[in-house]
């Protein structure tokens, strides 16, 4: 009892009366010195949750761009963007609470030791009650984890369904597919309130079990302070008005540990992709310069498999191509086209064989570096929501209004130049303003801007009408003989401007390369 009979005489040999003026000016005193602690407390909070979503962003980002290109193929978009957005903000939320949870915690220490100074008995066993209070959360910690792996899940399905069906409207509209579709929208979402709401209710059920059993904790505490420790009322009411402010505080604590359990699946799957993605970095081109090709581009004896797959998509293929020259790759869908061509613009490595430039061999750093002299033009044309000024700039960032007239010239993109606002002209979200024979063109005029040794055309004009396609055949048949150009395709008026023809099956060639 020396806690007790210390503090009695503390308050009897104060020397200081206070009036009401000063107690009430006190009072306000210490509300506002709260209020301001609650506020840094929060911006702080905010401040590194911010950090936190900032870092982890950026690093997912560069992870995702710089990882190498077999493995992008392999991951699953969906996941990836709802990590990217949902999962990284909700490891933020995280981070948050528990930086709140730390602070409540030094609070409880704090209390603590006031409450052994005012009488170690109820002190210790107030510890021991609250003790067995957290191990009876057990259960909800656990439901907390299950709850926040469910709405990692949710997110991740909706993501994915979302992203299909911006992708698809054009055919959800010529199915009249619109009902299907928000039905399947709408039972995602469903099962995301479902997840959801359980845990709001799982959180606030636990939330009253705490009030509950603080409360029921309190009273066994102050009926054995008096019947069984006699602490006297100098030290009792000090002791309840403690334990009273420290019980919001448990909350807090339970909360905040509740909230975090149910991030922490969003963290560790954020965590576990990145780690996919910085295990597959590619090697920097580290400033290497590669001089363009005088003779010729090949592939000697390549072999590439892919992972899950029994055969190889290419299987001990040669093919040569010779600078300024027009071949095409012929072969049905599944033959190894992509992979050669992805092979010969340097974004994947063979297992086996090697990409030669006049006959030597590329070393990885090289192989990248081999991407700055190829232009690349794929069956969908990609656009971003800018001008067509800033999209030829996307590739070329200091190419003169000269350079991009001339480059939509060769394209057949003259038509950019009549319209209104001519360059600024704006194409819209991934070029809609624009026909798909447009966009293509434009996309065109983008890769030859580069002045590149290689152009790739991977069946460019499969998707377009008649009129846009021999457009951007009349543009290719001005190119030849002055850079080399491999097209890919099955037939159409491009696969007829070929000098050579290469043909695929089965990830093999079929018979020599025939002059056309």
Do not use: C
Request: hydrophobic residues 50%.
């Amino acid at each position: 009892m020396g806690g007790d009979a210390l503090l009695a005489r503390l308050l009897a040999a104060s020397p200081v009366t206070l009036g009401l003026g000063m107690l009430l000016a006190i009072f306000v005193a210490l509300v506002g010195v709260r209020a301001l602690l609650q506020l840094a407390k929060s911006i702080a909070g905010t401040r590194v949750e911010r950090r936190v979503v900032e870092g982890l962003r950026a690093r997912f980002s560069a992870a995702l761009l710089q990882a190498d290109w077999r493995t992008l193929t392999s991951l699953r978009q969906g996941e990836a963007l709802s990590l990217l957005l949902n999962g990284i903000d909700t490891a933020g939320f995280g981070v948050h609470e528990l930086v709140g949870l730390s602070s409540a915690v030094m609070v409880l220490g704090a209390a603590f030791l006031a409450a052994l100074t005012l009488s170690t008995p109820v002190a210790l066993a107030a510890i021991a009650g609250a003790a067995v209070v957290a191990l009876a959360y057990g259960s909800v910690r656990r439901r907390s984890a299950s709850f926040g792996e469910l709405l990692v899940a949710g997110y991740g399905r909706l993501t994915s369904l979302l992203d299909e069906t911006f992708g698809a409207l054009r055919v959800i509209k010529s199915f009249s597919a619109e009902t299907q579709t928000a039905a399947q929208i709408a039972e995602v979402d469903a099962q995301l309130t479902h997840g959801r709401v359980g845990y709001v209710a799982l959180v606030g059920l636990a939330q009253g079990m705490l009030q509950f059993g603080g409360a029921a904790l309190l009273a066994v505490l102050v009926w054995l302070a008096v019947a069984r420790w006699h602490v006297q009322p100098v030290v009792l009411l000090p002791m309840v008005a403690l334990f009273a402010r420290v019980l919001p505080v448990l909350g807090t604590v339970q909360s905040g540990w509740s909230h975090w359990l149910n991030a922490r699946p969003a963290v560790e799957q954020s965590l576990q992709l990145m780690g996919r993605l910085e295990a597959a970095t590619e090697a920097s081109a580290g400033g290497v310069v590669i001089a363009r090709p005088q003779h010729t581009i090949s592939l000697d004896r390549v072999t590439v498999r892919h992972p899950g797959r029994s055969t190889p998509a290419l299987e001990a293929v040669d093919i040569v191509l010779p600078v300024n020259t027009t071949t095409v790759l012929l072969g049905p869908s599944g033959a190894g086209k992509s992979t050669v061509a992805d092979l010969m613009g340097g974004l994947i490595a063979a297992d086996e064989g090697a990409l030669r430039l006049d006959g030597t061999a590329l070393t990885s750093e090289q192989r990248i570096a081999w991407r700055g002299h190829v232009a690349y033009v794929q069956q969908e044309p990609v656009l971003f929501n800018l001008t067509v000024r800033e999209n030829l700039r996307w590739a070329v960032p200091r190419a003169t209004e000269a350079r991009m007239v001339e480059a939509l010239e060769r394209a057949s993109a003259q038509f950019v130049l009549d319209l209104p606002q001519g360059l600024n002209t704006s194409v819209g979200d991934s070029g809609r303003q624009l026909s798909g024979g447009e966009r293509q063109r434009i996309v065109l005029a983008r890769g030859l801007l580069r002045e590149p040794a290689l152009l790739i055309l991977d069946e460019p004009t499969s998707a377009l009408d008649p009129a846009n396609e021999l457009a951007i055949a009349e543009a290719v048949e001005r190119m030849r003989g002055t850079l080399t150009i491999l097209i890919i395709g099955h037939r159409g008026a491009l696969t007829r401007l070929a000098e050579r023809q290469v043909r695929l099956a089965g990830g093999r060639l079929v018979g020599p390369a025939q002059v056309g």
